[in-house]
Nanobody, 122 residues
Framework: QVQLAESGGGLAQTGGSLRLSCSAS????????MGWYRQALGKQRELVAI???????EYGDAVSGRFTISRANAQNTVYLDMRSLIPEDSAVYYC????????????????WGKGTLVTVSS
């Protein structure tokens, strides 16, 4: 099993910055893809950004150019640096781990964190 621990959410003003972190723990050999998704009140969950083990990343259109995703493979940790925040970025941000290989080289299902709330005031 995998546990995802998210941190870094909170309140920011328009134009401000926040950094989210998510660490995966468990008997993990590697995680192919880690990422962030968000869900605003009354809306569907959407992609924010994902990053592969090789460092390649993809971003949702709404955040491209403002957010940067990075990861520390050895620590199974993913970060999301959010800049130029706008009220529309307010949402619960969920960490995701996919393509999990356990220490016994078995493959695991994707895991989701419990979410961390980001609120951007105007």
């Amino acid at each position: 099993q995998v546990q995802l621990a998210e941190s870094g959410g909170g309140l920011a003003q328009t134009g401000g910055s926040l950094r989210l972190s998510c660490s995966a723990s468990g008997s993990i050999f590697m995680i192919s893809v880690m990422g962030w998704y968000r869900q605003a009140l009354g809306k569907q969950r959407e992609l924010v950004a994902i990053i592969r083990a090789d460092g390649s990343a993809e971003y949702g259109d709404a955040v491209s150019g403002r957010f940067t995703i990075s990861r520390a493979n050895a620590q199974n940790t993913v970060y999301l640096d959010m800049r130029s925040l706008i009220p529309e970025d307010s949402a619960v941000y969920y960490c995701n781990a996919d393509g999990i290989i356990y220490s016994d080289y078995s493959e695991g299902l994707p895991y989701w964190g419990k979410g961390t709330l980001v609120t951007v005031s105007s």
